[in-house]
């Protein structure tokens, strides 16, 4: 479990003044509740998920199984599923593999040590992947992301800078 809070919804009278929830949920999610509010449908190609029953405690489980993000025209991946996040990114050699209920920060990679949850997170990815249509915008963007990953590594870190996480405040001068 972290600190975060990626998002803070406001509706008096629906839940208890201070009120969580820990499950993710993506910026995807945004529009589908801003639609129901409004009284509006859902177009069919809007994806994201209609978190009003999740906010108003109509139902308990999560919005979501597992998240996927595909990045730089499908040449970069993640996949978040329960504890697990198996990330492949550019300029990364192989994905890697992290364990966000001890590391939230995503800073040891986990992935020779649990390689069947790197193929089963892999084959969750491509499954979902072939649902797609071809990513229309195909730079990659490698030198940048380049630049981003040696940024990365000269602070400890996978990513830089994440100054919402405990481990990249730690290393702040």
């Known amino acids: 479990s972290s600190d975060l809070v990626p998002m803070i919804f406001s509706m008096p009278g629906t839940r208890p003044q201070g009120a969580t929830r820990g499950e993710p949920i993506s910026a995807l999610d945004i529009l589908p509740p801003a639609l129901s509010l409004a009284k509006l449908p859902k177009p069919a190609n809007v994806d994201g998920v209609n978190l009003i029953p999740y906010l108003t405690s109509a139902t308990a489980e ?3 199984s597992t998240l996927y993000w595909r990045v730089s025209g ?18 990364m050699e192989k994905p ?22 790197c193929q089963q997170m892999t084959g969750r ?11 229309r915008w195909q730079d990659g963007h490698p030198g940048y992301s380049r630049k981003e990953r ?3 590594e000269a602070a400890g870190t996978r990513q830089f800078p994440m100054p919402w996480t405990k481990s990249d405040q730690e ?3």
């Open 62 to 64: 999560a919005p979501h």
């Open 74 to 91: 499908g040449k970069g991946y993640a996949v978040r599923h329960g504890r697990w996040k198996l990330v492949h990114d550019i300029p």
């Open 171 to 173: 290393n702040q001068p």
């Open 150 to 152: 040696a940024a990365a």
């Open 96 to 117: 890697s593999l992290y364990d966000l209920e001890q590391d939230v920060a995503e800073d040891h990679d986990l992935s020779t040590d649990y390689p069947e949850v």
């Open 125 to 135: 990815y491509q499954n979902w992947n072939r649902q797609l249509e071809a990513p």
